[in-house]
T-cell receptor, first 113, second 111 residues
Framework: SQTIHQWPATLVQPVGSPLSLECTVE??????LYWYRQAAGRGLQLLFY??????ISSEVPQNLSASRPQDRQFILSSKKLLLSDSGFYLC????????????FGEGSRLTVL | DAKTTQPPSMDCAEGRAANLPCNHS???????VYWYRQIHSQGPQYIIH???NNETNEMASLIITEDRKSSTLILPHATLRDTAVYYC????????????FGQGTILTVHP
């Protein structure tokens, strides 16, 4: 069966520090991968999605970047965190093709101080 | 993708059916209706989706009106663990799974 792992689960970082959140998917190949963010009291916002290795599409301009170095690995990064980067970050995957049935990870809660 | 409108909150008694409405009056012919829910501090969970016909699975039933401008998610026997935010999302066939989450409906199931 397919599983998705995210880490770290919780992170407290100072302003200006770098960030790396990692997501891996098991039990499937060539998944579409997504990074969403949920700021406090707000809905989920799609940040990045990827349909293959090295292929990244950004949905909103921001202080973050994403990379997909391997088929089932998706990384969210920042060189210098801002206070506004605080939030709940969720990785998700779906099978190839167009489908809205996404499978989400447990999330990474980032607090920037 | 078409926008959706949901009531901000609803209550339901445990063991009763929970009927969550969603309006999507601008839905186009190739767009599906998806429902997700998010329990506090967890990732969203897919519930069900449909195009035209009513759908049922082990979690819920989805009733889509004939004109497809609205739908209702039905949890037939709500439990306390069904307390969550429920999102109705309309997604087109070329959207590659890029979901747009609105504010959803906060469903509170009480004893």
């Amino acid at each position: 069966s397919q599983t998705i792992h995210q880490w770290p689960a919780t992170l407290v970082q100072p302003v200006g520090s770098p960030l790396s959140l990692e997501c891996t998917v098991e039990g499937t190949s060539n998944p579409n991968l997504y990074w969403y963010r949920q700021a406090a009291g707000r809905g989920l916002q799609l940040l990045f999605y990827s349909v293959g290795i090295g292929q990244i599409s950004s949905e909103v301009p921001q202080n973050l970047s994403a990379s997909r170095p391997q088929d089932r690995q998706f990384i969210l990064s920042s060189k210098k965190l801002l206070l506004s980067d605080s939030g709940f970050y969720l990785c998700a995957w779906t099978g190839t093709g167009n489908t809205g049935e996404l499978f989400f990870g447990e999330g990474s809660r980032l607090t920037v101080l | 993708d078409a926008k959706t409108t949901q009531p901000p909150s609803m209550d339901c008694a445990e063991g009763r059916a929970a009927n969550l409405p969603c309006n999507h009056s601008t839905i186009s012919g190739n767009e599906y209706v998806y429902w997700y829910r998010q329990i506090h501090s967890q990732g969203p969970q897919y519930i069900i989706h449909g195009l035209k016909n009513n759908e049922t699975n082990e979690m819920a039933s989805l009733i889509i009106t004939e004109d497809r401008k609205s739908s209702t998610l039905i949890l037939p026997h709500a439990t306390l663990r069904d307390t969550a935010v429920y999102y109705c999302i309309v997604l087109g066939g070329t959207s590659y799974g890029k979901l747009t989450f609105g504010q959803g409906t906060i469903l509170t199931v009480h004893p």
